[in-house]
């Protein structure tokens, strides 16, 4: 290489009227261009006209558009002995080293294949995640949780091995987190590796998308993780059961003519499938406790709500849906009973039970005042209008004798 003349250099090609030429020859260097080009600036002002004459020794020609040819500038630092290596390392010189983006970028994609390469590998035998993988890779989410490749790979590592033990088997989430990836809180809500594993989770049983606390549980559930596995419960009377241990007595409490209350941890790690073709589903336990005592072992399978359903009843209500079960649904005629409503008819494929504006009508005036803030009924268009129009609530206790005459085998 030659010597540079650094204040030769900077007097040719330093000014500020000639940064613009120094930035566009960077550029191209960048892209890994050719400088074996022409430049045009629009709307020159004279200083960087003056400029180039002094730097190439000849007016510009007149017009609008300043237009500087690169070998000419590239054959004046040469032959100046300002920099005899050309105009390229006279860039370098002025302005620092220059990164080829193309190279800098296939290195960048390199490193983000290195990343996801432990999730490939898991999902390449999950037939049932391969388009949610593609939606991931192509929303740009993991690059906007973890930022670069470096960050990824750890998070990518730890959720392939989450996604490699879903489905579990009814375990607490908190366990199954400190068993696969070391941390036990490594699943806590707004992680990182919670927003991936639940897009994840939700691919892989199908669930309907949402939001909420209540609606995370109940994700978790359907993967067999269980928030809590306890506290949720669901009451319900008449179920044949299945053969699994929690099924066998529920089968006992069913010939009993007992109610059955079940525990979200029952029925996903014992996976409890009840055989049922037709299910009724009520808000109020008062309906189960009515059927049970007039009906006994001859009432229909009946799961109660106890007001919004919680973890256990919808998980419940999703395995009887999933098994073919034709579910039928009743509530209270007041505003609060419509809300729920609302949740079970938009979350499940339940038909309404005695749960109609015809319905409304028939009992209305057995009702107590209406109180409370309106809301639409999402089943039955009428509904509500008739609500606001008579001013009637209608509790369950008040038609208890027209859904235990249903619920007769």
């Not at 939606?135 to 989410?141: D, E, I, K, Q």
């Not at 690059?143 to 607490?172: F, H």
């Not at 939700?202 to 606390?213: H, L, N, Q, V, Y």
């Not at 506290?231 to 059955?260: C, K, N």
Request: net charge neutral; hydrophobic share 45%; aromatic share 4%.
């Amino acid at each position: 290489m030659g010597v540079t003349d650094h204040d030769r250099l900077s007097r040719l090609l330093g000014g500020d009227d000639l940064g613009w030429l120094l930035d566009r020859v960077r550029r191209r260097l960048e892209r890994g261009e050719s400088l074996d080009t022409s430049v045009t600036l629009t709307g020159a002002t004279p200083g960087q006209r003056a400029a180039v004459q002094g730097l190439l020794g000849r007016r510009p020609r007149t017009g609008e558009t300043l237009t500087v040819s690169l070998p000419a500038v590239d054959a004046v630092l040469r032959r100046s002995g300002a920099c005899p290596d050309g105009l390229a390392v006279a860039v370098v010189m002025l302005t620092g080293e220059v990164s080829d983006r193309a190279a800098a970028t296939a290195a960048l994609d390199r490193a983000w294949r290195a990343a996801f390469a432990p999730l490939d590998a898991v999902v390449a035998g999950r037939p049932e995640l391969g388009d949610w993988l593609e939606r991931v890779t192509r929303s740009g989410l993991v690059r906007k949780l973890a930022k670069t490749p470096q960050a990824a790979t750890p998070l990518l590592s730890e959720l392939a091995a989450v996604i490699g033990g879903l489905p579990a088997n009814g375990e607490l989430l908190g366990h199954f987190a400190a068993r696969v990836v070391k941390r036990s809180h490594a699943l806590d809500h707004d992680q990182p590796l919670t927003t991936l594993t639940l897009s994840a989770a939700r691919a892989i049983s199908g669930f309907a998308d949402g939001s909420g606390a209540q609606w995370r549980r109940e994700l978790w559930a359907s993967v067999g993780l269980l928030k809590d596995d306890l506290s949720t419960t669901v009451l319900t009377l008449g179920f044949p059961g299945d053969d699994t241990p929690t099924g066998r007595a529920l089968a006992g409490w069913q010939a009993a003519g007992e109610p059955a209350v079940l525990t979200l941890r029952q029925l996903v790690r014992d996976r409890v499938r009840p055989r049922a073709g037709e299910v009724f589903v009520c808000e109020n336990p008062v309906v189960v406790s009515a059927a049970a005592e007039q009906l006994g072992a001859g009432c229909a399978p009946l799961v109660c709500t106890a007001g919004q359903p919680g973890a256990a009843a919808m998980h419940l209500l999703r395995t009887l849906a999933d098994g073919g079960a034709a579910m039928r649904y009743h509530g209270d005629f007041d505003w609060g009973g419509v809300r729920i409503g609302n949740v079970v008819f938009g979350r499940l494929p339940a038909t309404p039970w005695r749960f109609s504006a015809t319905d409304y009508r028939a009992a209305a005036e057995r009702g107590d005042v209406l109180r409370g803030v309106p809301a639409i009924a999402v089943w039955d268009d009428a509904l509500s209008d008739e609500m606001r129009r008579t001013g009637r609530a209608v509790e369950e206790e008040h038609v208890i004798d027209a859904l235990i005459a249903d619920l007769a085998r």
